[in-house]
Nanobody
Framework: VQLVESGGGLAQPGGSLRLSCAASGFTFNNYVMSWARQAPGKGLEWVSAISSDVRNTYYADSMKGRFTISRDNAKNTVYLQMDSLKPEDTALYYC??????????????WGKGTLVTVSS
């Protein structure tokens, strides 16, 4: 399993970024995928998940209405569109594969992360 995140960088408060995660080494369209993040000095925080068939998406409360998760099973890629960014969104963002096709299953594989910094 390989997960490679990209798209991080510096954004101004209120700005937007789109993260991508390219997956390989497994049958991508069989698994739920998630994004999680770790802010400086803090623990890991789950951000969002998407079902294998794209029909269902899930968000942490603080991201609802600002972040949008999507996936392209033909390209083995999952995305995170982040709008209305806040300084507290500054973190290392990780892509993760779930154990099964169930949202309730844990995450068993992680990328190395892409850094998002929100600052004026």
């Amino acid at each position: 399993v390989q997960l490679v995140e990209s798209g991080g960088g510096l954004a101004q408060p209120g700005g937007s970024l789109r993260l991508s995660c390219a997956a390989s080494g497994f049958t991508f369209n069989n698994y739920v995928m998630s994004w999680a993040r770790q802010a400086p000095g803090k623990g890991l925080e789950w951000v969002s998940a998407i079902s294998s068939d794209v029909r269902n998406t899930y968000y942490a409360d603080s991201m609802k209405g600002r972040f949008t998760i999507s996936r392209d099973n033909a390209k083995n890629t999952v995305y995170l569109q982040m709008d209305s960014l806040k300084p507290e969104d500054t973190a290392l963002y990780y892509c993760a594969k779930h154990l099964t096709n169930s949202y309730a299953s844990g995450m068993d594989s992680w990328g190395k992360g892409t850094l998002v910094t929100v600052s004026s």
